[in-house]
């Protein structure tokens, strides 16, 4: 039983394309969250979901929308991908509210962009 | 904003013995948590441990435990006992309330037989 699924695990296209990364987790949790992990394995968060709500948004460039159809769902859609998108993207999700709750992760998504 | 800093790229370690990842990170805030991770190649995320930044006591998960400095804003991981399956990437991140991560840049570790 995944945790924490993500589709698909490779991903490979042209520059200019549009593509989507599907996450779904089946823990029941109400917050969800996009990592990206670049070339140098830095991780940086992108967007953060509860019960459907965006609550983060960093400094992503527009042709990157989140969306969240259900809780337990968190898809990620790149407009005209560029070299630079080229990274392995996570998806996590945790029980939101007061106190700390573990971050569960998916197994990631190697998006490569020729 | 919060940073968090890992001045070692890599290090080495062999079978058996102890080595200690260092971790600093700045922020304002008085209530927050610090995790360290580990990333083996197959790149999943793994929590090894975690710490709330009010309590004193440093956390220990068997063979992994802290030093927390909070005046020093200090999170070194230790690694006792080292096994071949440690070697791994590891990253100590910051985290405040339900915020996403913050991630240091990682260290290398790699475990030699």
């Known amino acids: 039983d995944t945790a924490v699924s993500q589709t698909p695990k490779y991903l490979v296209t042209q520059m200019g394309n549009d593509k989507s990364i599907k996450c779904e987790q089946n823990?029941?949790?109400?917050?969800m969250y996009w990592y990206k992990q670049d070339s140098k394995k830095f991780l940086k968060i992108m967007f953060s979901?509860?019960?459907?709500?965006?609550?983060i948004n960093e400094t992503v460039p527009n042709r990157f929308s989140p969306k969240s159809p259900d809780k337990a769902h968190l898809n990620l859609h790149i407009n005209s991908l560029e070299l630079g998108d080229s990274a392995v993207y996570f998806c996590?999700?945790?029980?939101?509210?007061?106190?700390?709750?573990?971050?569960?992760f998916g197994p990631g998504t190697r998006l490569t962009v020729l | 904003a919060q940073t968090v800093t890992q001045s070692q790229p890599e290090m080495s370690v062999q079978e058996a013995e102890t080595v200690t990842l260092s971790c600093t990170y700045d922020?304002?805030?008085?209530?927050?948590?610090l995790f360290w991770y580990k990333q083996p190649p197959s790149r999943q995320m793994i929590l090894v441990i975690r710490?709330?930044?009010?309590?004193?006591q440093n956390a220990t998960e068997n063979r992994f435990s802290v030093n927390f400095q909070k005046a020093a804003k200090s999170f070194s991981l230790k690694i006792s006992d080292s096994q071949l399956g440690d070697t791994a990437m590891y990253f100590c991140?910051?985290?405040?309330?339900?915020?996403?991560?913050?991630f240091g840049t990682g260290t290398l570790l790699a475990v030699q037989p």
């Open positions: 996590a999700s945790s029980q939101g509210g007061q106190r700390y709750n573990e971050q569960f």
């Open positions: 823990l029941g949790h109400d917050t």
């Open positions: 979901y509860n019960n459907k709500e965006l609550i």
């Open positions: 922020t304002s805030e008085s209530n927050y948590y």
């Open positions: 710490q709330e930044a009010y309590k004193q």
């Open positions: 991140a910051f985290m405040k309330r339900d915020r996403g991560l913050i």
